[in-house]
């Protein structure tokens, strides 16, 4: 890439950069009420601005080529979609709410559950934790699926669509979990049973992120984060320290070590080994590795890896000179996709709204970096970007009202709803799908939830249900 068009890249992501800073200095001064729109600005404001400074520190101060033309596209598609977030949410929606229902409406139902631990029963965590893990051990040893990524598109079509379904419920509990956990660890009185508990939990899902990848890594620490401004604390020098250096312990240690044991999965061969008996392979064998040629590869994937949102965002923009775009088809294509095959067979044979979008504007099919921004501006351009954001501020308006509602009724269904949300915002590379799917999870919990409690009410002997197991 020429020296102009390096320039102009740093400089467009600088300013990206800068709108989710002033957002989050905005977060700083009310931390302890952070709205969930609010993370989402900051997300992308992140992800989109220090991605290609990041690939450019990582690559010798040099980027791949990219046409400059489309990086103003591009970068003006990312502005546009944070400004609809933020017309949806602070200039709209929630104003609107507050105008009409009162300060007391703007405390976070999504955030909400990382404080009011005191209204989930630890039995009930209990119970879920061991059944997310029961799931996962049997798909992960019966039928491969540990990893992500390439795992998936080995394995994934042998999977009984009863484990598709368990392994679909059990992944938004496990988020939950985690919600509830990183708000535990950071609350002053605790008792040392409850606060074992969590430790367990953040452990347990430490270990599942790491298996997952270097995303999932950092999005584990974003949610301590998130614990430990919901826990009301001033902010102070220590925690702040520590969790610096837990991102400089994940980019020296804990990211070449990921690629170490991946490796070891992904182009070792699993024989006939099971892919847990694969992973612990995979981590002794990684164990004896240089972990400086390590550090060096990952270095070198850091140069790429940011990069690929704005590819699919360029190629996208590159085939609008000759294709008209999909009219709102992205968007559509995404709400096939959730439902279930139980109700309409044909959504699981139908492509993903990537492929969908490649499949419209002529390129080749295959795995693609899938953001709301990318198929915002499939569905048109910088307008469609711009309304993606509408409709995603708009969303999570209604999952902040649907939270304060299941916080007061049922509230292991509200850190779910929590855990799922935070997730879906945090990881900006992620289709809308999951979106609808956590929504569509969350109804299935819920009904499980209340005919567990009703299971177990007895009236007679005093039990309720919810009080005594924490369901329903």
């Not at 996709?337 to 044979?349: K, R, V």
């Amino acid at each position: 890439m020429t020296d102009y068009a390096v320039e102009l890249e740093l400089t467009l992501a600088a300013l990206i950069f800068a709108l989710g800073v002033l957002n989050a200095g905005w977060i700083w001064r009310r931390y302890a009420r952070v709205r969930i729109y609010e993370l989402a600005i900051l997300a992308n404001g992140l992800f989109w601005g220090l991605g290609p400074w990041i690939a450019w520190l990582s690559g010798g101060m040099t980027l791949p080529a990219s046409d400059t033309g489309l990086l103003w596209w591009t970068y003006g598609g990312v502005f546009f979609f944070m400004a609809g977030i933020w017309l949806a949410g602070y200039g709209g929606l929630y104003q609107a709410q507050r105008r009409y229902m009162g300060n007391e409406s703007l405390a976070s139902a999504i955030l909400s559950p990382f404080s009011r631990l005191q209204e989930v029963v630890p039995f009930a965590i209990v119970i879920c934790l061991v059944l997310v893990w029961g799931v996962r051990l049997i798909v992960g040893w019966r039928y491969g699926l540990w990893y992500s990524g390439s795992s998936l598109g080995r394995s994934g079509a042998y999977l009984p669509y009863v484990f598709v379904v368990l392994q679909q419920l059990s992944e938004a509990l496990a988020w939950g979990l985690l919600a509830w956990g990183c708000g535990a660890i950071w609350q002053p009185k605790m008792p040392w049973q409850l606060r074992l508990l969590s430790l367990i939990v953040i452990g347990s899902e430490l270990f599942r992120n790491f298996i997952h990848g270097r995303r999932w890594m950092v999005i584990w620490l974003a949610f301590i984060v998130l614990g430990y401004l919901a826990s009301h604390r001033r902010l102070r020098f220590k925690p702040i320290a520590m969790m610096v250096g837990a991102v400089v312990m994940l980019y020296l240690l804990a990211f070449p070590f990921f690629l170490a044991v991946r490796d070891r999965n992904d182009f070792g061969g699993v024989g006939q080994d099971t892919a847990i008996e694969s992973f612990i392979r995979g981590v002794q064998q990684a164990a004896t590795v240089d972990m400086t040629e390590q550090r060096e590869r990952a270095q070198a994937s850091m140069s790429r890896r940011p990069l690929l949102l704005r590819n699919f965002v360029n190629d996208i923009y590159r085939r609008q000179d000759d294709y008209e775009p999909m009219y709102g088809g992205a968007l559509v294509s995404t709400f096939y996709n959730a439902i279930p095959a139980a109700l309409l067979p044909e959504s699981y044979q139908k492509e993903d709204v990537e492929q969908a979008i490649q499949g419209h504007y002529r390129f080749a099919k295959g795995d693609a970096s899938m953001t709301w921004v990318a198929m915002g501006v499939a569905d048109g351009g910088l307008l469609g970007a711009w309304l993606t954001g509408l409709f995603l501020g708009g969303w999570l308006w209604l999952m902040e009202r649907w939270g304060r509602i299941l916080m007061t009724g049922n509230p292991l269904a509200g850190c779910v709803l929590a855990g799922g949300v935070v997730y879906c915002m945090l990881q900006v590379e992620i289709s809308p799908v999951a979106c609808w799917v956590l929504c569509r999870n969350i109804l299935v919990l819920q009904v499980l939830f209340m005919l567990i409690a009703a299971a177990v009410r007895r009236p007679e002997l005093g039990w309720q249900g919810r009080r005594e197991i924490g369901f329903g």
